[in-house]
């Protein structure tokens, strides 16, 4: 394979943390090949940027860097360039049409083939387009050395989605549900933990739909449990979660295991049960209430964050008011908050009586400055208690180390005498929307 020859490989991660994941099946794939990374796209030999497109303002970030890249790819024609992800299995072929600079396109499935697909566009000089969803998801490589240094790692548990909420493309872009086998999962736990990862977050569109027909471990909660066993593992958290099929046995498992972090994302998009019909989410507001205080029960510490969509075809004032109402009773700790646009394909793009831009813009904006008062109210309430850090590396300002708490909050702190990987007691003294900071309260030396 020509491709062999050392070459350098730059990636450009956009969307999710499945995204990111994917970008390191990716780079590990290349590193196998015998190329190199480097942090610069103008030194690559090879540039693939992996998409997202689940909002129109991701695809137009998108578009926006792939006309960069192909600007780049004018100066130096002998560069390889690459779309991947989810805008590159959705308008792959008109993207190569838009930007005839691109070399290949491929979609999420398609990325175990990343080899064969190099050897097609370098040696044939052809363009690929790779987008068959009914392939599996590839199985992850895991490349000694390279997440060394790393405390928290990622796991793929499951791909795609059979929920088909109505202004949702993802089920079209990353297939129908499969999960992988316990077994692999298990293996790359191992493998991240012998890295010296000690946290470790398992992804998938909806892990509750999480499935594995023989064997003992066979449901979402069976192989959390079993992960809880790994030798050598510190924390455990997952991503995300569908509130239709959060079932008591994931609730109790909060009360049950020790290393699962008391902190859930758990999307609820609308407090209007019309809206909530209209985005065939297939649960009431009395439905989420009922699981918030299930899990609050079980662990009262609980942190709760949740994605929450306004200006969805048809939502009124009395509507978006029942979102704010829900917001208020109860309280999470953060938000995601966005202005629905329409997904070609999806089913709400269809839909008659969409909200003006102007009024979907005037009810973000009012849901975000509540968000960040209940944010802070809830970050000050830390202010002089002690708290467990995983401490993840240096604070963004470079003067101080930072990590997080069991329910996701990042704290800033100065330490000389602790490194990245240990758990340590930190009392909080201040607090902010986005970060807390602490003093470690354990005296040091
Ligand atoms: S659960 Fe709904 S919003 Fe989430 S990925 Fe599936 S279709 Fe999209």
Known sequence: MRILTPKLFHISTMGCQMNDYDSDFLSQTLIRLGLSPTGAPEDADLVLVNTCTVREKAEQKACSLLGRMSRLKKKKPELTLGVAGCLAQHKGKQLMGRFPEIDFVMGPRDMARLPEILDTVVSRRTR?????????RPEAICRPGYFQGNITGQIAIMEGCNNFCSYCIVPFVRG?????????????????VSEGVGEITLLGQNVNSYRWESGDIRTFTDLLKALNRLSGLLRLRFTTSHPKDLGKDLIQAFGELE?????????????SNRVLHGMNRRYT??????????LRDV??????????????????????????????????????????????????ANMDDKIDDREKASRLARLQARQKQITLEKNNKLVGH??????????????QLSGRTATNKVVNFKTSCYNKGSLIQVIIVRAAVNSLTGEVCVPEG
């Open 128 to 136: 690929v387009v790779a987008d068959r969803l009914d392939l599996l």
């Open 176 to 192: 129908r549900e499969t999960s992988r086998s316990p077994g692999e999962i298990i293996q790359e736990a191992e493998y991240l």
């Open 259 to 271: 290393h699962l972090c008391p902190h859930i994302h758990l999307p609820f998009q609308a407090g």
């Open 285 to 294: 507001r009395e439905h989420y209430m009922a699981l918030i205080h299930a």
């Open 299 to 348: 662990r009262p510490d609980m942190a709760v964050t949740s994605d929450v969509m306004v200006g969805f075809p048809g939502e009124t004032e009395p509507d978006f008011l029942l979102t704010m109402d829900l917001i208020e009773r109860v309280g999470f700790d953060n938000l995601y908050s966005f202005q629905y646009s329409d997904r070609k394909g999806a089913a709400a």
């Open 386 to 399: 002690t708290l467990e850090v995983l401490i993840e590396g240096e604070s963004r300002r470079g003067d």
